[in-house]
């Protein structure tokens, strides 16, 4: 049995952005995920909630890129 495709997308680099950065959405940016991005750029990571939301599906392992796939650890 394989393991699932990773991305080169760093779990502990996105963690980080989200955390000190996430309001402007640079884990977005980082994930390739460019649109939600400048949503979250634009509306302050949604006041914050959306940045928050984000920061725990990053912790728990159901954040992913823009393909789909899981962040490598």
């Not at 884990?27 to 400048?38: A, D, S």
């Not at 750029?41 to 392992?61: H, K």
């Amino acid at each position: 049995m394989t393991s699932p495709v990773t991305t080169q997308k760093s779990w502990v680099v996105a963690l980080l952005l989200c955390f000190f950065v996430g309001v402007l959405g640079a884990h977005r940016f980082y994930t390739g995920k460019v649109g939600t991005g400048v949503l979250q750029l634009i509306t302050i990571g949604g006041l914050g909630i959306w940045a928050f939301i984000d920061l725990i599906m990053i912790l728990v392992g159901a954040f992913r890129d823009k393909q789909g796939q899981p962040l490598a650890k």
